[in-house]
Each structure stands twice: as C-alpha cells, then as structure tokens.
C-alpha cells in the first residue's frame, strides 16, 4: 500500500481542529514526507497531503515515521 492511500483524508471540521492547534486525538500522517505528527506540532503541511490515522501504531505499520519536531503523536 502507498502511503498516500493509508489512512484517510481529512475532513472539513478536523481540518479547522489542526490549524487552531486543538486536541483531536488522531495522528496526521504526511504523504510526502512519510511522517507522522501530533496535535500541536510546528509543521504546516498542506491539507492535500494529510492522512488521517487512528493511532502512531498504524502510522508506523503504514511505513511513516515519527516527527523529528513533534515525536509523532499519542501512543
């Protein structure tokens, strides 16, 4: 499987939770760059290039790694 097609995209709603750095729980996954990160975390990548994943165990098992910046999100 790609990493693009792991996860799932993310909605309207989770897509306003991230950019006001709000708690969602979820891990976001970067398609383009095949890490993962946390509520809160510096980066900014672009909405189209986010996957939504439940957990930093799927992220990881999808093939991303954790964020240098951030450590990847809840375990």
């Given at each position: 499987?790609k990493?693009?097609?792991?996860?799932?995209a993310?909605?309207?709603?989770?897509?306003a939770?991230?950019?006001?750095?709000?708690?969602?729980?979820?891990?976001?996954?970067?398609?383009?760059?095949?890490?993962?990160c946390?509520?809160?975390?510096?980066?900014r990548?672009?909405?189209k290039?986010l996957?939504?994943?439940?957990?930093?165990?799927?992220?990881?098992?999808?093939?991303?790694?954790?964020?240098?910046?951030?450590g990847?999100?809840?375990?």
């Open positions: 499987m990493r693009s097609e792991a996860g799932r993310v909605s309207d709603a989770e897509w939770d991230l950019q006001a750095k709000r708690s969602t729980g979820l891990v976001w996954a970067v398609a383009t760059t095949g890490i993962h946390r509520d809160g975390c510096g980066g990548p672009l909405r290039n996957r939504v994943m439940p957990s930093r165990a799927a992220a990881e098992a999808a093939g991303f790694r954790a964020c240098l910046r951030c990847g999100g809840p375990e």
